[in-house]
């Protein structure tokens, strides 16, 4: 089970941090991800990292701007999310894997992830 929070309506260059509390797994054997779906778009991989810890990934459109952590003894996984967009309006959502490479690729297909939280919403005004 995944629970995501940390949503909320920020302005544009705003900041905010999403939590993903994770229960009945542990980090160390699934690779989290971090997703979101706006309005009438398809759910894109935003930031996910692997159970190794040791890998990232980063869509460009975040890129420097976001940033994934972990705390392994909380089991848990943030994102960091600053100079917030119009754009990044959207519902995040948080979702685990077990795939083949989790140890090593942070892989930012949804169809590697079996776990998914219930989402939490961003909406960012200009």
């Known amino acids: 089970q995944l629970q995501a929070s940390g949503g909320g309506l920020v302005q544009a260059g705003g900041s905010l941090r999403l939590s993903c509390v994770v229960s009945?797994?542990?980090?160390?054997?699934?690779?989290i991800g971090w997703f979101r779906q706006a309005p009438g778009k398809e759910r894109e991989g935003v930031s996910c990292?692997?159970?190794?810890?040791?890998?990232?990934y980063y869509a460009e459109s975040v890129k420097g701007r976001f940033a994934i952590s972990r705390d392994v003894a909380e089991n848990t996984v943030y994102l960091q999310m600053n100079s917030l967009k119009p754009e990044d309006t959207a519902v995040y959502y948080c979702?685990?894997?077990?795939?083949?490479?989790?140890?090593?690729?942070?892989?930012?297909?949804?169809?590697?992830?079996?776990?998914w939280g219930q989402g939490t919403q961003v909406t960012v005004s200009s």
């Open positions: 009945g797994f542990t980090l160390d054997y699934y690779a």
């Open positions: 979702a685990g894997g077990d795939y083949r490479t989790a140890y090593y690729y942070p892989s930012p297909n949804r169809h590697d992830y079996d776990y």
């Open positions: 990292i692997s159970s190794s810890g040791g890998g990232i």
